[in-house]
Nanobody, 115 residues
Framework: QVQLVESGGGLVQPGGSLRLSCAAS????????TGWYRQAQGNQRELVAT???????IYADSVKGRFTIFRDNAKSTVYLQMNSLKPEDTAVYYC?????????WGKGTLVTVSS
């Protein structure tokens, strides 16, 4: 069982930046597709960004040009750099690892964008 621990959430003003981190308890991290998802209150969980083991990325239209997903396989960690944050980015952000039919989820970290 792979454990995922997210960190880096918090309160930030509109236009500000945050970097989320997700550390995984696996030495096979490089084999996994990594992803960030978010769930705002009252909404369904949605994809924010993913990065495959080969480095291919997918972003939600709402975050393109503002958010960047990247990973450090040596540290078994995936990051989400969030710039130009908007109030509508407020949500609990979850990290996910995927390998074929197996998914692992973190417990989430809260990001609040408010003045």
């Amino acid at each position: 069982q792979v454990q995922l621990v997210e960190s880096g959430g918090g309160l930030v003003q509109p236009g500000g930046s945050l970097r989320l981190s997700c550390a995984a308890s696996t030495s096979a991290f490089s084999l996994y597709t990594t992803g960030w998802y978010r769930q705002a209150q009252g909404n369904q969980r949605e994809l924010v960004a993913t990065m495959t083991s080969g480095g291919n990325t997918i972003y939600a239209d709402s975050v393109k040009g503002r958010f960047t997903i990247f990973r450090d396989n040596a540290k078994s960690t995936v990051y989400l750099q969030m710039n130009s944050l908007k109030p509508e980015d407020t949500a609990v952000y979850y990290c996910k690892l995927n390998y074929y039919v197996t998914d692992y989820w973190g417990k989430g970290t809260l990001v609040t964008v408010s003045s």
